[in-house]
């Protein structure tokens, strides 16, 4: 198949970008839309041009590297996948499409594609762990989960830190982000002896990155390529408000 | 002290303040609408509601405050909200996909604004008696100020219960959305109860709007005179 790019090239944060157009031929339906712009920045460089830099790294749905605003919806227009698994079969012929950085003040822009998340390392940092002496390994099933839980808290360990939520947001809100972070940890036994200070402290930083509030719009769950549920942002309310009270 | 400082400085602290300042709202919005339903009981109905609410002064503006604080809290919070959400952006983007975002939640600002002016216009116009200062002195045969003429009165002027029924319509909008996000701000909602709250929250902006626009129209149409 054929397809005509439109991607944003930026040779850095402190110069203006533009949209650059590309015709990339006999495509093979079942290339991956980040095989495909390994095939245009082939033959960009055999022009001689610049190669489009883009994020990437498993390329299997699984580290979060990936990024991309395809005409308009972060990770593209599959749901629930992440651009690295999302095909060319999901677009025709002939297609234009539209390749854009994620856009926040969060995440500043570092070249082309490529956008600084390294916020979100910032947030965990802040309180995305466990502290646990050190010692043995201590035995796998010596503290009960129930089943209910167990669940929850690995729905929201889906979360592989894309920033999907942040681009597709109209206020470029981290909160499901965070909220799945804060969630997992904070819905295990493992997580209640921080569980007040880790919200604080990952909201907070949150707050510190200039990512905005959230306004329940729903467009962060409907890009996430993990399906985090909105649900998980009200337990960060419910858990950040009892921390601010009762701590 | 530290607790209101902090309230204000966190985005969620802010949202915490929109939700429940907005929840007052909701249950005074309710119950205002109960209390208009009597202009179809009839003049004597409504006149003795309204001369029951002023009876005392200290409840009545014990009430007002109470209200104009709240109104006070949900715009400061939206304005500290919409500068840090215009903040958070920078670049646009060039081609942006709705994703599942709705109308309502994409214009909260707006109608939010909007509703304010029609507040504005509403306290002048029916309480303070500004807009028409014929209304002072419409009293009924028990010497009560007359309500039921008052209204009938107003909104026999087509561009008065038009402003009313599209305000009342915004109203609609921005509890269709908000009365379910409020859940969400105070950590209430979860995978069970969300679509139950979603769909609650947009039957009662429906029920408000028909209830609130029936009064004009009724005037309008004549069947209240
Ligand atoms: C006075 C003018 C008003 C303005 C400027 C305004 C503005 C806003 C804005 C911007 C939001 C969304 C906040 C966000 O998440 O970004 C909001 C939420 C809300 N508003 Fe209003 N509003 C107004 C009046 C009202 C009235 C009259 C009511 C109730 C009858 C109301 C009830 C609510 C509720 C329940 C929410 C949801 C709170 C939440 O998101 O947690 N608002 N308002
Ligand atoms: S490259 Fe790892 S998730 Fe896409």
């Not at chain 1, 699984?62 to 919806?73: T, Y």
């Not at chain 1, 990770?75 to 060319?88: D, F, I, M, R, S």
């Not at chain 2, 959400?85 to 646009?92: G, H, L, P, T, V």
């Amino acid at each position: 198949m054929n397809i005509t790019l439109r991607v944003w090239r930026q040779k850095s944060r402190h110069e203006t970008g533009h949209f650059e157009e590309y015709e990339a031929h006999d495509l093979n339906p079942n290339m991956s839309f980040l095989e495909m712009l390994d095939v245009v920045n082939e033959q960009l460089t055999k022009a001689g041009k610049q190669p489009i830099a883009f994020d990437h790294d498993c390329r299997e749905g699984i580290c979060g590297m990936c990024s991309c605003v395809i005409n308009g919806e972060p990770h593209g227009p599959e749901n629930k996948v992440a651009t690295c698994q999302t095909y060319l079969r999901s677009f025709k012929d002939g297609d234009t499409i539209t390749v854009e950085p994620f856009r926040a003040a969060g995440f500043p822009l570092v070249k082309d594609l490529v956008v600084d998340r390294s916020a979100f390392d910032r947030i965990m940092q802040a309180g995305g762990f466990i502290s646990v002496n050190t010692g043995n390994a201590p035995d796998a099933n010596a503290i009960p989960v129930g089943k209910e839980i167990a669940d929850q808290a690995m729905d929201a360990a889906q979360c592989i830190g894309c920033g999907a939520c942040v681009a597709a947001c109209k206020n470029a809100s981290a909160m499901l982000f965070v909220a799945a972070k804060v969630s997992h940890l904070n819905l295990l036994p493992q997580g209640q002896p921080e569980k007040s200070k880790r919200a604080l402290a990952m909201v907070n930083q949150m707050d510190e990155e200039g990512f905005g509030a959230c306004t329940v719009t729903g467009s962060c769950e409907a890009v996430c390529p993990k399906g985090i549920s909105l649900s998980f942002i009200s337990k960060l309310n419910r858990d950040y408000l009892g921390a601010m009270l009762f701590r | 002290m530290n607790l209101l400082v902090a309230l204000f400085k966190s985005s969620l602290g802010k949202k915490y303040v929109m939700a429940l300042s907005g929840a007052v709202l909701v249950l005074f919005v309710i119950a205002h609408l109960l209390g208009n339903l009597q202009m179809f009981l009839g003049p004597e109905a409504i006149n003795k509601y309204a001369a029951f609410l002023k009876a005392s002064p200290e409840v009545l503006w014990g009430a007002r405050s109470g209200l104009l604080l709240m109104v006070g809290l949900h715009l400061f919070s939206a304005a500290l909200l919409l500068r840090e959400n215009s903040d958070a952006r920078q670049a646009e983007y060039e081609k942006k996909d709705l994703v599942a975002a709705s109308f309502a939640s994409r214009t909260m600002i707006a109608s939010g604004i909007i509703l304010f002016s029609f507040v504005v216009f509403h306290l002048l116009h029916y309480t303070a008696l500004q807009i028409d200062p014929s209304f002072a002195e419409m009293h009924d045969a028990q010497g009560r100020h007359d309500v039921y003429r008052m209204v009938v009165s107003g909104f026999s002027h087509w561009w008065v219960s038009g402003f009313y029924i599209l305000s009342m319509g915004l109203l609609c909008l921005h509890l269709s959305h908000g009365a379910s996000a409020m859940f969400q701000s105070l950590g209430l909602k979860n995978e069970r109860n969300r679509c139950f709250i979603d769909g609650a929250a947009k039957t009662l902006g429906l029920v408000l709007f028909i209830g609130y626009s029936s009064i004009p129209l009724a005037v309008l149409l004549k069947v209240v005179k």
